[in-house]
């Protein structure tokens, strides 16, 4: 997790991918979206999760291998659930509590047989499509696939 505080105040957001660990693109998107941030530009504080399942991206897998469960529908999460549970509630509180909006990343028709090789930036960030806005709510559900 990057958390970047601009200069100038104003409002609190997050970028957050690889909640199903086999969308690359959208992994991608926040890496390049992280190198290009400038805090001397930047108004409010960005918070950016390029990797929020990390469990399923070593396996390549869109789900946790550990519980087989699906991130996206695990929120807000339970700290003495299953372990997806339990890392949706850390994201939930760690992410979620401290921002107004999050943008999840995530790719609908990705090419994992070669996710990074050969794509520019611009179409990885093209491909990463944002689904989903979630905005600061304590009933706020997440509808992601
Ligand atoms: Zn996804």
């Known amino acids: 997790m990057f958390v970047v505080r601009g200069r100038a105040s104003g ?40 990797v929020a399942n990390p469990t399923a991206f070593a396996a390549g897998t869109r789900t946790n291998p550990e519980d087989g469960a699906n991130l996206a529908r695990s929120f807000p999460g339970d700290p003495d659930g299953t372990p997806t549970e339990r890392l949706a509630a850390k994201l939930f509180t760690a992410v979620g509590g401290n921002v107004a909006t999050t943008a999840y990343l995530h790719c609908d028709a990705c ?34 696939r």
């Open 11 to 50: 409002p609190p957001a997050a970028v957050t991918a690889g909640v199903h660990g086999d969308e690359y693109e959208g992994v991608a998107a926040v890496g390049d979206l992280t190198n290009a941030l400038d805090p001397v530009t930047l108004r409010g504080t960005l918070i950016l999760v390029p």
């Open 111 to 144: 090419d994992t047989s070669q996710p990074l090789a050969a794509d520019t930036a611009a179409a990885r960030s093209a491909a990463a499509t944002v689904t989903e806005y979630r905005w600061k709510s304590a009933t706020a559900t997440h509808r992601g």
